[in-house]
């Protein structure tokens, strides 16, 4: 019964590539979002989604598309991978527009640029 | 064990103790606030939150303590276990804003 999931959970690729990463909530939440953790582990948005309209973009190299085909998916496709997008990737979702803005993060996906 | 500053990156707590981990935040208009918990290869996982018009609020075994007037957020764990090892991030949100801004995070070690 796994509210946020995320695949892959490892990704391991050469700089150059092109890649994906999914996320799936059954938490029947309006928003999701996007997250990179560094080596430091520190969290940083990059992207939101509410309701398939992207509602927050930070500052993120245009290599990074997100894309929400419905409510309960959030994919993250990475374009020209460089070294330094290694990092952890978290998905998270929530439901803020009924004062419920606790985020509830998938398990990560762990990508390594070669 | 007691974290204290803008930022320890690190608290070392012997098991059974109370530990308070602490975090400063800088925007005034931040009505929301939460701590996680993240251990080892997994994701955050929610702790305790609270509001604004609170100053603080207890869950089990541990409370939140909220001081707007110097903008300082403390987690207090009651007799920390071996299982609480792992690191606590404090997290604030804007009013009306959907983002989360995250702390830096403090790195939490039980000694048996």
């Known amino acids: 019964d796994t509210a946020v999931s995320q695949t892959p959970k490892y990704l391991v690729t050469q700089m150059g590539n092109d890649k994906s990463i999914k996320c799936e909530q059954n938490l029947g939440h309006d928003t999701m979002y996007w997250y990179k953790q560094d080596s430091k582990k520190f969290l940083k948005i990059m992207f939101s989604y509410n309701n398939k309209e992207l509602i927050i973009n930070e500052t993120v190299p245009n290599r990074f598309s997100p894309k929400s085909p419905d409510k309960a998916h959030l994919n993250l496709h990475i374009n020209s991978l460089e070294l330094g997008d290694s990092a952890v990737y978290f998905c998270a979702s929530s439901q803020p527009s009924r004062g419920k803005e606790t985020q509830y993060f998938g398990p990560g996906t762990r990508l390594l640029v070669l | ?112």
């Open chain 2, 1 to 112: 064990g007691e974290s204290v500053g803008l930022h320890l990156p690190t608290l070392s707590v012997q098991e059974g103790d109370n530990s308070i981990i602490n975090c400063a935040y800088s925007n005034s208009a931040s009505d929301y606030f939460i701590w996680y918990k993240q251990e080892s290869g997994k994701g955050p996982q929610f702790i305790i939150d609270i509001r604004s018009n609170m100053d603080k609020r207890q869950g089990q075994r541990v409370t939140v303590l909220l001081n707007k007037t110097v903008k300082h957020l403390s987690l207090q764990i009651a007799a920390t276990q071996p299982g609480d090892s792992a690191v606590y991030f404090c997290a604030e949100r804007s009013f009306n804003d959907y983002k989360l801004s995250f702390g830096a995070g403090t790195t939490v070690t039980v000694r048996a």
